[in-house]
């Protein structure tokens, strides 16, 4: 089984529905992320969660909401999703320690018409 | 801010040749650098790593080298197979600070050919 599994795998919505993007991990790891990516730009940082008190806003955080359930589940939002959010999104996880090491899920493809 | 100059692609090589895909970055503390790399369908894995300057991350036969004087993490490797195409990314975590999060390069698509 993925140490960072994310659900679902692809997902096609509609201009102004709310979507949920699911992740969990069995790592053990403090941290979890979210990232998007699209493509000629890498990975923008969306938001993070030190645990489940700390989120945090990254880079391009307008848009989307977050909810830390637990240590192990950590998932995004789009409130209202508009078609520029089309794109791969990805979670991660970290211990904080050291290098800080991510290690990420397999993506989420999110198309919005 | 923080920044990661990756060497555009596509990278089309045949498969034995000597591969280089450049980075330099921009950092305003001592960044730990790193290369992930994205096979196709795939989430992004750690490739290699160095932590300070003229560390020497190494696997897989891929090679990168922390070069502070020249802001750079070139990655390389002596001959390519045709399981090496993905995209490369290049990446750099601020040593210290709370947040900590990777700042990426925009990936570079290999695509090696038998």
């Known amino acids: 089984d993925a140490d960072v599994t994310q659900t679902p795998r692809n997902r096609i919505t509609k201009t102004g529905k709310r979507i949920m993007l699911e992740c969990s991990q069995t790592k053990g790891h403090d941290r979890m992320y979210w990232y998007r990516q699209d493509p000629g730009l890498g990975l923008r940082l969306i938001y993070y969660?030190?645990?489940?008190?700390?989120?945090n806003k990254g880079e391009i955080s307008d848009g989307y909401s977050v909810s830390r359930q637990a240590q192990a589940k950590f998932s995004l939002s789009l409130e209202s999703a508009i078609p520029n959010q089309t794109a791969l999104y990805f979670c991660a996880t970290s211990t904080g320690q050291g290098a800080n090491i991510q290690y990420f899920g397999a993506g989420t493809r999110l198309s919005v018409l | 801010g923080d920044s990661v100059t990756q060497m555009e692609g596509p990278v089309t090589l045949s498969e034995e040749a000597f591969l280089t895909i450049n980075c330099t970055y921009t950092?305003?503390?001592?960044?730990?650098l790193f290369w992930y790399v994205q096979y196709p369908g795939e989430g992004l894995q750690l490739l290699l790593k160095a932590t300070k300057a003229d560390d020497k991350g190494s696997n897989k036969g891929f090679e990168a080298t922390y070069r502070k004087e020249t802001t750079s993490f070139h990655l390389e490797k002596g001959s390519v197979q045709v399981s090496d195409s993905a995209v490369y990314f290049c990446a750099l975590t601020l040593s210290s600070g709370s947040a900590r999060q990777l700042t990426f390069g925009s990936g570079t698509q290999l695509t090696v050919l038998p």
């Open positions: 969660s030190f645990d489940v008190k700390d989120i």
């Open positions: 950092a305003t503390g001592y960044p730990s």
